[in-house]
């Protein structure tokens, strides 16, 4: 893939691709993997979609492995738009022009299906794009992280049922104003004009430690994810405003934040409290690299995903999002995550939904004990053995 291709698409250049390559090439050498000379357009392809704040680097622990199994995949982890070294611009953001990318870059690199599609983080709400927008390109889908429960109409087309979903995001902000002490949720932060000089600081070593903080509060290793579970509104058909504010305001900070406080400064509270609040030993190096990479291109790529999604649609996206509030995912889906992630339930209701919205067996909803919200970077290896699994079972159902 030629380098100017890759930059037109606004997608992952050779840094990544070149890393990629390098330790797929050394796995194969040690372990029997199909041999690099084999051509990737004779193996079925593989998508793996970051969220925030990450990078295509963050499936590291999991690309060699998943290359390598059922006779060799061809697995691809591209930088999202806006993030690693993709351009950097003024380039629209909202989600279906993500799907775009993703869209153009399958058929950048030859194929013309995608056996597996995986988001974790944000890339799960943009996986649920994809695979409701081309259902025939994508044959399998895998959420991590962050329920998708499918496609809001776009408000005012018509009159939508009161319930999580469908609160009005001010009235949610202006409830968690009014608490004692007053509370923010994190999305509304991180859409704010200042937050990406915020979370920058003044160094790569602000940097690095920010994300090594950030990065530990919503780990398996914090105590306050150990108790990670469905918050009551979840089981109430029709909450009140109070009720739903109520349940927000017991998540942990890193999601309904202090007012006054933004996130750099939240980090900052907690480290001054306790030590560990750093990068893990094993990952300290992998630390560099996202601080090296953020320092260098800031954040506001990623922000923006929050800008769009708190912001109205563009007027030439409603009619494409009427479309697909509509549909339901029929491909096979599943769903993993680490049960000491908060991401699962900070949504109240979003796991039953995802679940009827998908057809989600149980045996597909799988939280990994132990791991929080990294969870591919967590507990890399029960990742492989559930997505393989998953894989398999797909192929079976599609065959």
């Known amino acids: 893939m030629k380098r100017q291709e890759v930059d037109t698409l606004a997608l992952s250049t050779l840094f990544w691709v070149e890393e990629v390559v390098t330790s797929v090439v050394c796995a194969q050498q040690t372990s029997g993997l199909p041999s690099a000379s084999d051509s990737p357009l004779s193996l079925p392809l593989i998508l793996l979609l970051h969220g925030f704040p990450e990078l295509g680097y963050s499936w590291r622990k999991v690309l060699a492995h998943l290359s390598g199994a059922h006779g060799g995949y061809h697995v691809v982890a591209p930088d999202l738009r806006g993030y690693g070294r993709t351009q950097q611009g003024n380039a629209p953001f909202h989600v279906l022009n993500i799907v775009e990318d993703i869209c ?23 996986a649920g794009h994809c695979v409701l927008a081309h259902p025939a390109l994508f044959k399998s889908v895998v959420f991590m992280s962050a329920p998708f ?16 979903s469908s609160t009005p995001v001010h009235t949610v902000a202006t409830s968690l104003a009014a608490l004692s002490p007053p ?51 979840a089981s109430i058909p029709s909450p009140t405003i109070q009720e739903i504010v109520r349940d927000l305001a017991s998540l942990p900070e890193y999601y309904v934040m202090p007012l006054h406080e933004d996130m750099r400064q939240l980090i900052s509270r907690h480290a001054s409290q306790n030590p560990g609040f750093t990068w893990p030993q094993e990952d300290a190096e992998a630390g560099r690299v996202y601080a090296s990479e953020f320092a260098r291109t800031g954040f506001q790529g990623g922000l923006n995903y929050y800008r ?9 996206r409603v009619d494409e999002l009427i479309v697909l509030s509509g549909r339901r995912v029929t491909i096979p889906a599943a769903f993993i995550s680490g049960a000491r992630d908060w991401g699962v339930y900070q949504t109240p209701g979003a796991v039953g939904k995802m679940r009827r919205l998908c057809g989600m067996e149980d045996e597909d909803f799988v939280l990994i004990e132990g791991a929080g ?15 393989l699994r998953f894989l398999e079972k797909a192929k079976d159902e599609v065959a």
């Open 308 to 316: 769009c999604a708190l912001s109205p649609p563009p007027p030439e």
């Open 373 to 387: 919200h990294w969870v591919q970077q967590e507990a890399p290896g029960q990742v492989i053995t559930e997505l």
């Open 104 to 126: 153009a870059l399958v058929k950048a690199l030859g194929h013309d299906s995608v056996a597996m599609l995986v988001g974790h983080d944000f890339g799960s709400p943009v």
């Open 149 to 164: 429960t499918g496609v809001e109409k776009p408000q005012g087309t018509s009159s939508a049922k009161d319930g999580p």
């Open 183 to 233: 509370r923010k949720h994190y999305t509304a932060h991180f859409s704010t004009q200042h937050a990406n000089e915020d979370i920058l600081g003044e160094s790569q070593e602000d940097v690095y430690n920010f994300l090594g903080g950030y990065y530990h509060m919503k780990s398996g290793a914090w105590d306050g994810n150990a108790t990670a579970h469905p918050l009551p509104t």
